[in-house]
């Protein structure tokens, strides 16, 4: 009878894994329909696959921290491990059963819910290293605006850098920022002007800069909010942000994540503006 019950319980796992072929599949299915403690166990299996692949999608979907992107570009390509003729290792398959396939699933399952308590109740480790949840917003309208402006060189700017009084003005009196135009020339970027946005329900004031490259870097800056938080960094899709904390204003340095050199931009600008 022991027997009978393992051997079923090990094609209930095969039937989950899709390790099954078509009759044997129907078999299984005939006699899940006719042994109540062998339908149990499938749904708990079934139950517990499913609560881990929601745990690992829900990661998946978290931002990916700057320093982290730029450490697998400039990361050397791995050697190639070389086996000698004379090696042999002999082969080792592990097949659980289905019991063992059961604890596992409630483990995981009581793990992926303390994990994802956890995470519910902090802060993630992205949004640790970027900024406060509740400035989400603003940077998400940054986001959207950057993605749009950057791809239109020929209409890039509001007012154009030839006048850079008259820049300091309007921003100034729209945005409630004193500010000055940081040169970063000796960062190979040209100053092409500016531009007067509504991000987060604000005033955002924006000066924009090209590469020799091509690149659009973009310097933003809002009056100061209660709940801003310091230097931190931050990726988006292909858009890296870089932001920081001044007196009276919160900056963000926005570019495409491929330029390494965006937090060396962002420190210049913070110490120029």
């Known amino acids: 009878m022991a027997s009978n019950r393992e051997t079923m319980d090990l094609k209930v796992s095969m039937l989950l894994d899709r390790e099954l072929d ?7 299915e005939a006699a899940l329909r006719g042994d109540p403690d062998a339908s149990s166990l499938h749904e708990a299996l079934r139950l517990g696959s499913r609560c881990g692949r929601d745990v690992f999608d829900d990661l998946l979907k978290e931002p990916v921290p700057l320093d982290l992107v730029r450490m697998i570009k400039t990361a050397p ?6 086996r000698l003729p004379s090696e042999h290792r002999p082969g080792f398959t592990f097949r659980p059963t289905a019991t063992q396939a059961a604890l596992a699933g409630f483990v995981l399952f ?12 902090q802060p993630s480790v992205a ?8 400035g989400g917003d603003w940077l998400d309208d940054i986001v959207a605006h950057y993605r749009v402006f950057s791809r239109q060189p020929d209409r890039l700017v ?44 604000m005033p955002v004031g924006e000066l924009l800069y090209t590469s020799g490259e091509g690149e659009v870097i973009a310097i933003l800056f ?38 390494a ?13």
């Not at 078509?22 to 299984?28: A, I, K, T």
């Not at 230097?231 to 920081?244: E, G, H, K, Q």
């Open 22 to 28: 078509s009759r044997e599949q129907q078999e299984v």
């Open 77 to 82: 390509p791995p050697r190639r491990a070389v």
């Open 110 to 121: 009581a793990l992926g819910g303390g994990f994802g308590y956890t995470l519910g109740q």
């Open 127 to 134: 949004a640790q290293s970027a900024v406060a949840e509740a």
């Open 158 to 201: 509001e007012m154009p850098a030839s006048d850079p009084a008259a820049i300091v003005e309007w921003l100034l009196t729209s945005t409630g920022v004193n500010f000055r135009i940081p040169d970063l020339a000796d960062n190979d970027l040209t100053f092409q002007g500016a531009r007067l946005l509504t991000a987060g329900g």
């Open 222 to 259: 809002r009056k100061i909010q209660p709940d801003d938080d310091g230097f931190s960094d931050l990726i988006r899709d292909n858009i890296a942000l870089m932001s920081w904390k001044g007196a009276t204003a919160t900056y963000v340095a926005v570019g495409p994540s491929s330029a």
């Open 261 to 273: 050199s965006l937090d060396e931009i962002a420190a210049k600008a913070a110490g120029l503006i």
